[in-house]
């Protein structure tokens, strides 16, 4: 493993306030999505991301996120990956994660990849039907495995933080520029993981950087509360250093 199982930290945390400005839309195959869209006088015409959630999909906090990508040029979409049956949170105590995650909160809806790829592809897709011809994914715990699974379909640059469930093989998979924003306590993406992953990522040979943030912990990119100095800044510049990363290599063709 890359990054370890997730773990209850992957469903804490503080929900934001704001009112979000996107909208929800329906995919291929009757999956919902959040869609963010950029404003008219936007200079990135045909530039877009596709946003892989964490455990709580599409809620405040990743429609929030969406919409500052938005606003700095970059048209987004979250498809909701787990068809309905997202975590709210901090509800961890009264779900079994690794069994929703194989079973569904119903028993009948597993959240493995065999259902969560093809929801994945219908959101590029979509993208595609936008016309936007050059995808940026960006991926928080949960979602970053499905970043990195899915250059194979249509991404073209990457942006993860705090990932959990990724496989070794999948990040050595990486075809193209991938930035990782990584926390200083994290009993997922581990500092002998995060050690491991630069290994990996050099033998690529596609450019890679991994920001490690001191005083936070797993998730801290989209969950960290902002009325802590240190958690609003580290969450503040991993979304810089995620908006720096997407104007220097998928700006560029």
Known sequence: MASNQPKSCCTTGTLHEGTPTGKLIKLEGGFDAYLSTAPDENPNKGIGILFAPEAMGIYPNSQLLADSFAAKGYTTLIPDVFNGDAVPLNKFPTIDLMSWLTKGSNGNNPHTTEHVDPI???????????????????????????????????????????????????????????????????????????????????KTRQPFQINLFSGVEHGFGIRGDPAVKVQKFAKEQAFSQAIAWFNEYLLKE
């Open 120 to 202: 994945l592809v219908a959101g590029i897709k979509a993208l595609r039907q936008l016309g936007i011809h050059r995808i940026g994914g960006v991926g928080y715990c949960f979602g970053a495995k499905y970043v990195l699974r899915h250059f194979k379909s249509g991404i073209d640059v990457a942006f993860i933080a705090h990932p959990s469930f990724v496989e070794e093989n999948e990040l050595a998979a990486l075809s193209g520029p991938l930035s990782i924003a990584a926390a200083e306590t994290d009993s997922i993406f581990t500092t002998a993981m995060r050690h491991k992953s630069e290994e990996i990522l050099i």
